[in-house]
């Protein structure tokens, strides 16, 4: 499952891996700007349908990024009955930094800033993934829910998708300092830096998942460096 403005190849450079451990496997297109809720309905369909025309009744999600949050509001609305393992590679589970700071400066920059960081990151004011990556809209809507009872604010957790039954492992990417581009130079400018250590978009932080259970664990910090390769897996 492909992150924010990840393509149905995003995934290629684990071919090979999957073909000589003879694993089958499919890639999911879903919506580059898309909600995460609009994803995890995509998301459903194509389990359903590859379900429906093999012979297997479940499968196991590799997700990058985004793909990780459209991953468990999929296993939020659906349920984990037809999922056996799950895997996150540098999913923003509490949000991204870099988001707020596209999405700040898309908002209150002069034209040379908004169409720097437009050109940079590929989005705009009407992307619904920039929105839903922000730290705001993943701590108070998708990961929790407030409600205001009288003189009282309850805080209601949303992360029902615990995975009951669900094989969870969680990964998170590190490199010597953030990578440089135009988006986290003027992400800095505007106040917004990156919590290190990070794989220079996300980081290990905001990978970690959010609740306090035996599932709240990182399995691996994975040093790009020492990985060949090319691409976002690089």
């Given at each position: 499952?492909?992150?924010?403005?990840?393509?149905?190849?995003?995934?290629?450079?684990?071919?090979?891996?999957?073909?000589?451990?003879?694993?089958?496997?499919?890639?999911?297109?879903?919506?580059?700007?898309?909600?995460?809720?609009?994803?995890?309905?995509?998301?459903?369909?194509?389990?359903?349908?590859?379900?429906?025309?093999?012979?297997?009744?479940?499968?196991?999600?590799?997700?990058?990024?985004?793909?990780?949050?459209?991953?468990?509001?999929?296993?939020?609305?659906?349920?984990?009955?037809?999922?056996?393992?799950?895997?996150?590679?540098?999913?923003?589970?509490?949000?991204?930094?870099?988001?707020?700071?596209?999405?700040?400066?898309?908002?209150?920059?002069?034209?040379?800033?908004?169409?720097?960081v437009?050109?940079?990151?590929?989005?705009?004011?009407?992307?619904?993934?920039?929105?839903?990556?922000?730290?705001?809209?993943?701590?108070?809507?998708?990961?929790?829910?407030?409600?205001?009872l009288?003189?009282?604010?309850?805080?209601?957790?949303?992360?029902?998708?615990?995975?009951s039954?669900?094989?969870?492992h969680?990964?998170?990417?590190?490199?010597?300092?953030?990578?440089?581009?135009?988006?986290?130079?003027?992400?800095?400018?505007?106040?917004?830096?990156?919590?290190?250590?990070?794989?220079?978009?996300?980081?290990?932080?905001?990978?970690?998942?959010?609740?306090?259970?035996?599932d709240?664990?990182?399995?691996?910090?994975?040093?790009?460096?020492?990985?060949?390769?090319?691409?976002?897996?690089?």
């Amino acid at each position: 499952v492909h992150g924010w403005y990840g393509i149905i190849t995003t995934f290629n450079e684990f071919d090979e891996f999957f073909e000589e451990d003879g694993i089958p496997y499919f890639s999911v297109l879903l919506l580059g700007q898309g909600s995460i809720e609009q994803n995890a309905i995509l998301l459903n369909a194509e389990i359903e349908n590859y379900l429906a025309t093999s012979c297997y009744d479940k499968v196991n999600i590799l997700a990058h990024s985004k793909g990780g949050l459209d991953s468990r509001a999929y296993l939020r609305r659906f349920g984990g009955s037809k999922v056996g393992t799950f895997v996150q590679l540098g999913t923003p589970n509490h949000g991204s930094i870099l988001a707020d700071a596209v999405l700040t400066i898309l908002t209150h920059g002069n034209f040379v800033q908004r169409a720097a960081v437009a050109s940079a990151v590929g989005t705009s004011l009407n992307d619904n993934a920039l929105r839903n990556l922000t730290t705001p809209f993943i701590e108070t809507q998708f990961n929790y829910a407030y409600y205001q009872l009288a003189n009282n604010l309850l805080i209601v957790p949303r992360y029902t998708e615990a995975f009951s039954g669900v094989d969870a492992h969680i990964y998170a990417g590190t490199e010597e300092g953030a990578l440089f581009s135009v988006a986290n130079w003027y992400a800095n400018h505007f106040g917004f830096f990156l919590e290190e250590p990070s794989d220079g978009i996300v980081s290990v932080a905001s990978a970690s998942l959010p609740w306090n259970c035996s599932d709240s664990y990182l399995d691996g910090v994975l040093n790009s460096a020492s990985v060949d390769g090319q691409g976002p897996f690089n």
